[in-house]
């Protein structure tokens, strides 16, 4: 089993950044492709960034493509989600999840783990 906690979300104002942390307890992710999703009210659940177990492949969405940044620390059991020059579009709950490969996917169906979500909330 793997624990997934997210952490540093809240409320910036749009152009601001904000960095989310996604630690992981109870097993090692570092053979495991990570992912970053996200959702909003009345919406599904879409794909925003992934990285393979290597740390040197990377996926982006094209809505965040550009400004935000998926990396990970083995070492530390954590991966990170650095996020630039926020919109208000970009608010939602964002979520961490384990998937259960070496190599990303982009569809949830492959991610076996998921945290419980950290909210961030872009003002305009």
């Known amino acids: 089993q793997v624990q997934l906690v997210e952490s540093g979300g809240g409320l910036v104002q749009a152009g601001g950044s904000l960095k989310l942390s996604c630690a992981a307890s109870g097993r090692t992710i570092s053979g495991r492709a990570m992912g970053w999703f996200r959702q909003t009210p009345g919406k599904e659940r879409e794909f925003v960034a992934a990285?393979?177990?290597?740390?040197?492949?990377?996926s982006y969405a094209d809505s965040v493509k550009g400004r935000f940044t998926i990396s990970r620390d083995n070492a530390k059991n954590t991966v990170y989600l650095q996020m630039n020059s926020l919109k208000p579009e970009d608010t939602a709950v964002y979520y961490c999840a384990a998937d259960r490969n070496m190599w990303y996917s982009r569809q949830e169906i492959e991610y076996e783990y998921w945290g419980q979500g950290t909210q961030v909330t872009v003002s305009s």
């Open positions: 990285i393979a177990w290597t740390g040197t492949m990377t």
